[in-house]
């Protein structure tokens, strides 16, 4: 079982950058594929960017590749999504999820968070 929550989201002027976090508890944490998704108003959530059990092998959306960077601290239990260069599209309610394998599906994750709101103003 792991439990996850995330912050680190606010306001933020366009081109601006914010760090989200992801907090996870369980001692198994460092099994587990963890991903970044989003969620903007009236749209489906959709993948980010996700991290494998070591940290070897990130993948990206291309909407986000070359602005956000997502790195993890098993020692800590902790995952990260460095977001630079925000725009208004990446308005959202960003989720960290986590799983087996690495999967930009949101069903290959079995754990999410609640969420931390992200918005990018012009």
């Known amino acids: 079982q792991v439990h996850l929550v995330e912050s680190g989201g606010g306001l933020v002027q366009a081109g601006g950058s914010l760090r989200l976090s992801c907090a996870a508890s369980?001692?198994?944490?460092?099994?587990?594929?963890v991903g970044w998704f989003r969620q903007a108003p009236g749209k489906e959530r959709e993948f980010v960017a996700t991290?494998?059990?070591?940290?070897?092998?990130?993948y990206y959306a291309d909407s986000v590749k070359g602005r956000f960077t997502i790195s993890r601290d098993n020692a800590e239990n902790m995952v990260y999504l460095q977001m630079n260069s925000l725009t208004v599209e990446d308005t959202a309610v960003y989720y960290c999820a986590a799983g087996p394998t690495q999967a930009t599906i949101e069903r290959r994750y079995d754990y999410w968070g609640q969420g931390t709101q992200v918005t990018v103003s012009s």
């Open positions: 991290i494998t059990q070591g940290g070897g092998i990130r």
């Open positions: 369980g001692r198994t944490f460092s099994r587990y594929v």
